[in-house]
């Protein structure tokens, strides 16, 4: 298992704003207009969010949909910011991107997810950056890959990048999906797990890719006790240039927020008795799923032993078929979902043939 990372970080904090959770960035996928820019600011300013998002350069995968304006609406998130007091964030992908950011006072940037999924530009990026204070909040890579991820993190921090933070906005899959990018949570809890320190804010719009969905998203990134969230908001989402599907009214945003449950990350006192005892519990249950594990793979080496003697073949496709078929409709009884019978006993079945093999004195490749 890979250790966590010790990165030079600074909490990602800013003047006037407490340290509330979740912290919430709203605004727009696009600048479209000053008008559409200051409306839907304002209205989001009144709900107490203090970060303003949109875009102005706009990764698209076709070339003749709509790109953004460009730095031709850089000046109209100057305007939100003189209007409402808000900070502004953009994307930035290029070292333009980022010059022109930078003189036009945008107040946090952040890389997209195509972006970080390529090295060289992260770190052209980051060579751009080396000695200002901005922060930088980087999405992860399209594809599910965490080391991606985290070396794109890592490339700002040594570039001296220290108020970081990570958004979650799911990965593309080819397979179908009800999602437009596939949350994969294990994905940021493992990043979060390699740096602790790092806040993670979740993008439910990105993941969604509709209105359906984005409080269910939103509360589990709660649950998990993510930083913040980053939403797409318009003052007319239906008619918007881009992402029109998923983006919310400032209203539809109060709402979602207000129906949001914020867990607290530590037990209170009163609990902490009851949450221990609990803790115990699943620590002597986990030790019982270690046994039995050991058990199984000394079984295990036993078949191993006997195919070897009679010259049976390690792989008995049925067999494995039979199993998996039984043990998920077990699970379905137990209310343990298809996904984690499959993940379970694909990895037990793995390390199976691993002690057989062993024990057979083959190379598993060979199978
Ligand atoms: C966006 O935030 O509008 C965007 C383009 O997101 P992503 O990089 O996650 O696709
Ligand atoms: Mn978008």
Not at 42 to 56: E, P
Not at 68 to 74: I, M, R, T, V
Not at 104 to 117: E, F, N, P, Q, Y
Not at 221 to 233: P, Q, R, V
Request: hydrophobic share 40%.
């Amino acid at each position: 298992m890979m250790s966590t990372l010790k990165l030079e970080l600074e909490p990602f904090r800013f003047d006037g704003m407490s340290d509330e959770r979740p912290m919430v960035i709203a605004g727009p996928c696009s600048a479209e207009s000053e008008m559409q820019m200051v409306e839907t600011a304002k209205q989001i300013a009144a709900l107490g969010i203090k970060i303003f998002r949109a875009g102005i350069w706009k990764p698209r995968t076709r070339p003749n949909s709509f790109e953004g304006y460009g730095s031709k609406a850089l000046p109209w998130l100057k305007s939100v910011k003189e209007e409402t007091g808000m900070l502004i964030a953009t994307e930035v992908a290029n070292v333009k991107h980022v010059y022109e950011s930078l003189k036009a006072g945008v107040d946090i940037l952040w890389i997209g997810a195509r972006t970080t999924a390529n090295p060289f530009s992260v770190q052209e990026i980051a060579d751009t950056l080396k000695g200002i204070d901005i922060p930088v909040m980087i999405k992860n890579p399209v594809n599910p890959d965490v080391e991606l991820w985290i070396g794109a993190i890592e490339r700002l921090n040594s570039a001296g990048i220290r108020r970081l933070a990570a958004i979650h906005r799911g990965f593309s899959t080819s397979e179908k999906s009800n999602y437009r990018n596939e949350p994969n949570w294990q994905i940021p809890i493992e990043l979060k797990r390699r740096i602790p320190e790092l806040p993670m804010i979740t993008d439910p719009s990105h993941i969604c890719g509709k209105r359906a969905g984005l409080l269910e998203i939103s509360q589990k990134a709660m649950d998990l006790n993510f930083s913040g969230l980053i939403i797409e908001t318009h003052i007319n989402p239906d008619e918007a240039m881009s992402d029109a599907a998923q983006q919310l009214t400032p209203s539809a945003l109060g709402e979602l927020l207000h129906q949001l449950i914020i867990r607290n990350a530590e037990a209170e006192n009163g609990s902490l008795a009851t949450l221990e005892e609990l803790r115990v519990d699943i620590d002597k249950n986990d030790d019982l799923i270690m046994d039995i594990l050991e058990i199984r793979m000394k079984i295990a080496e036993q078949i191993g032993q006997y195919k070897k003697e009679h010259n049976i073949s390690i792989l008995q496709s049925k067999r494995w078929d039979s199993i998996l078929q039984k043990r998920t409709e077990i699970g379905f009884r137990k209310g343990l979902s298809n996904e984690f019978i499959e993940t379970v006993f694909k990895a037990i079945h793995e390390e199976s043939i691993n002690h057989q093999t062993k024990v057979m004195g083959v190379n598993k490749e060979h199978l």
